[in-house]
């Protein structure tokens, strides 16, 4: 048990609009991982947070961007959504002690 | 950046038998490579993982063994079971600069009954 959670399931966007996508990581944990996993494919990493700071980014452009919160939960926003941003986006969390990153069931993004 | 390429794509294996995944990288300043089953819907679990400086680890039907000199990584899995059925995914990462993961493209392996 994780206890990594995200929210929506399941979400369908056309393209141009925005989206918001919630993690909340798993207790005791500060640092918060955010991946796309396009289908067939591995996770990429897009970017990380750690209290409430960036710390670190993928090769993704900046219309992807993100929020840590005091509780240490996040989310992901991405603006302008292209057809190729339709992928499955995981959250992972894990604490500044440990190397361990503990993943959520994801959302999974489809943009029409 | 660092780059994980996994093998192979697929993998069938009678039930009892082992199963082999190879996986290689390119930096060799990655001190940490986590193994990952995904399940159909579901989000990775994580199934064991290991350091630099420890060049195998088991627990239970699973190991996985590391070559720091080759840069190449395995998990073994023996007396495969059904359930062992799923995709597996190598990741490769640095971490003490942020700990951001590298993965492999996946094995899918199904466990024939």
């Known amino acids: 048990e994780t206890g990594v959670t995200q929210s929506p399931t399941h979400l369908i966007k056309t393209r141009g609009q925005q989206v918001t996508l919630r993690c909340s990581s798993q207790s005791g944990h500060n640092t918060v991982s955010w991946y796309q996993q396009a289908l067939g494919q591995g996770p990429q990493f897009i970017f990380q947070?750690?209290?409430?700071?960036?710390?670190g980014r993928g090769n993704f452009p900046p219309r992807f961007s993100g929020l840590q919160f005091p509780n240490y939960s996040s989310e992901l926003n991405v603006n302008a959504l292209e057809l190729d941003d339709s992928a499955l986006y995981l959250c992972a969390s894990s604490s500044s002690n440990t190397d361990t990153q503990y993943f959520g069931p994801g959302t999974r993004l489809t943009v029409l | 950046g660092e780059n994980v390429e996994q093998h192979p794509s697929t993998l069938s294996v009678q039930e009892g038998d082992s199963a082999v995944i190879k996986c290689t990288y390119s930096d060799s300043a990655s001190n940490y490579f986590p193994w990952y089953k995904q399940e159909l819907g579901k989000g990775p679990q994580l199934i064991i993982d290991i350091r630099s400086n420890v060049g195998e680890k088991k627990d239970q039907r699973i190991a996985v063994t590391l070559n720091k000199t080759a840069k190449h990584f395995s998990l073994h899995i023996t007396e495969t079971q059904p359930e062992d059925s799923a995709v597996y995914f190598c990741a490769a990462s640095l971490t003490n600069t942020g700990n951001q993961f590298y993965f492999g493209t996946g094995t899918s392996l199904t466990v024939i009954p």
């Open positions: 947070y750690y209290r409430e700071e960036e710390n």
